[in-house]
């Protein structure tokens, strides 16, 4: 081969590899070709626009793993209403938890109009999915005040770990439930999975609604995993859980919330 | 794992056979010798078709940033191979760097030679490979503590097919790094789990489930 077919494959070469993001080492690297930090920078944007508000309208769902069509078609529906303040989805953007997964769901979500908090999901855990959620959404268990309502979100997936991770972490509950007193009135719980579903960790079922009970007028609780929508009196105490779709069932729930309570729809698209 | 080793074997056990009948490697039957002679060398044909005949650096393919290994030809033309390669993940947003090994099967039907030129062309690399990674947070199989079929894929293994090119470069005999050739390939793969994705999901793009690398093979025996 002469020098300068030699150079030319040589230049050819480095153009491919320093140009072309479809070399991939693995597809568990955690190489995220996409946006991180999703949640913290959504959670400003929700904050300040929801402040002073006297009615939300707030979209959830979950479970949009392997349906990129349907989630694609919930993100056009939930734009051209124009009156979403904001999406929560409540887990299992992956089915394997590949680096792959959460970009192509991410890259879509991030298509909306409107700010969006992503949960951890159960299948999110798997492989590096861990530290591709924390890196891509931010810390596994969060909250926020939108509209003197506090959001807890929370990771619920306790059959994907061992006792290194509190899950359900009742101790960031309890520093929640002292916090940010005088800037809400009413909570709303969010999780992946339900007390009584098989990821739960059912040991503590009994002690869960304890730590619920330490926040403030909690209007409901809301979980996806399940895929069926229902919605379920847990503990039989009137304490509603409402369960989202899964992505292949083309519906999600708009919520309204006022002063007075709440109401909410189940929109199909 | 029990998988895997049953594997390699009847990958290496038949190319065992092969390779010591190849061309690449004889050793004359000489009358003179006893019959104990005979079944020593014989012994030492089988053994040192066990050594490599190439080795590989590869760069990405779902088997590692970087990958390198051994691997061994045989077939009538030396169309098949097989290679055992040891690969480096970084650790991206990870909690840490990760090592991966690949077992791969190539098929080269043809390595059509450039005229006068020591080069040839290989026109179709065909590739299968299992690529494995290390850690704890991978599993073959479920954990014991999931209810039955829960994850009924494996985070640990991917299978991977794969085709693509080839040029090979035959040295001069008296070539200073002692080197039959080396051949520049490059391949575009994709694994088991981006295929099914693509068959539930009709409208990701073919460029979001192929995966390109390159390499580099050196003939060393």
């Not at chain 1, 991410?106 to 861990?130: A, E, R």
Request: charged residues 20%; proline residues 4%; negative net charge.
């Amino acid at each position: 081969m002469n020098l300068t077919l030699r150079n030319l494959f040589i230049l050819l070469t480095c153009t491919l590899l320093a140009g072309c993001d479809m070399f991939d080492s693995h597809p568990y690297d955690g190489h995220i070709h996409g946006e991180k930090g999703i949640n913290e920078k959504n959670i400003a944007i929700i904050e300040n626009t929801c402040l002073n508000k006297d009615t939300m309208r707030i979209a959830f769902t979950g479970d949009t793993q392997n349906f990129l069509e349907q989630t694609e078609d919930m993100v056009s529906d939930i734009n051209k209403r124009g009156d979403v303040d904001f999406l929560v989805h409540l887990g299992d953007f992956t089915d394997y938890g590949m680096t792959q997964e959460f970009v192509w769901q991410t890259d879509i979500l991030n298509k909306l109009t409107c700010p969006y908090v992503g949960i951890i999901g159960n299948h999110d855990v798997l492989g590096t999915g861990m530290d591709v959620y924390e890196s891509m959404f931010g810390e596994q268990n969060f909250s926020f005040i939108a509209g003197r309502i506090k959001f807890l979100c929370l990771n619920t997936n306790a059959m994907e770990y061992d006792y290194s991770n509190p899950i359900p972490n009742f101790g960031f509950m309890k520093e929640e439930a002292k916090a940010d007193s005088g800037l809400y009135e009413s909570t709303i719980v969010c999780m992946h999975a339900r007390p009584g579903t098989e990821q739960f960790n059912n040991n503590v079922y009994d002690a869960w609604p304890y730590y619920i009970q330490l926040f403030p007028n909690v209007l409901f609780c809301i979980s996806g995993h399940e895929h069926e929508p229902k919605v379920v009196d847990v503990y039989g105490d009137g304490m509603l859980y409402y369960v989202t779709a899964s992505g292949n069932r083309r519906e999600y729930y708009l919520f309204t919330i006022t002063k007075r309570g709440y109401t909410y729809e189940t929109i199909h698209y | 794992m029990r998988r895997y080793i049953i594997s390699i074997i009847m990958l290496i056990l038949p190319s065992l056979y092969m390779v010591a009948e190849s061309p690449l490697y004889t050793i004359e039957r000489d009358s003179t010798l006893s019959p104990n002679e005979r079944r020593i060398y014989k012994r030492e044909r089988m053994w040192a078709a066990l050594i490599p005949k190439h080795e590989i650096l590869q760069y990405a393919g779902n088997m590692g940033l970087i990958s390198t290994g051994v691997g061994w030809n045989y077939g009538k033309h030396n169309q098949w191979e097989t290679e055992l390669m040891l690969g480096f993940v970084p650790k991206y947003s990870t909690e840490r760097a990760h090592v991966t090994i690949t077992i791969k099967e190539n098929y080269i039907p043809w390595r059509l030679s450039l005229g006068q030129s020591p080069f040839s062309i290989e026109p179709l690399h065909a590739s299968l490979y299992v690529t494995s990674i290390f850690g704890h947070e991978f599993w073959n199989n479920q954990p014991e503590r999931y209810p039955k079929g829960y994850y009924w894929f494996s985070t640990k293994a991917r299978i991977n097919i794969a085709i693509g090119h080839g040029i090979m470069h035959t040295l001069s005999k008296t070539n200073k790094f002692a080197l039959r050739s080396y051949t520049i390939f490059w391949e575009t793969s994709t694994t088991e789990l981006d295929i099914i994705y693509k068959a539930k999901n009709k409208n990701v793009p073919i460029k979001d489930i192929i995966h390109f690398s390159i390499g580099a093979k050196f003939q060393i025996m």
